[in-house]
């Protein structure tokens, strides 16, 4: 299977911290500066987040920082 057909992976809240090593609130500052991706509404109670898109964030801030 190609990567382009494999679907993608979603993180919740924990993972998403665990990940860039922002606690909750940093996380939603974030999203509202917009500076962070939005997640996506799983259920009423639940959000995610695609882990590429975290991903592609981490990365932008590596570029920023050099």
Known sequence: MSEANEPRQMLRLPQVSAKTTLSRSAIYE?????????????????????????????????????
């Open 30 to 66: 974030a999203i509202k500066d917009r500076d962070f991706p939005k997640p996506i509404k799983v259920t009423s109670s639940l959000n995610a987040w695609f882990e590429d898109e975290v991903d592609a964030w981490l990365e932008s801030r590596d570029r920023a920082a050099v």
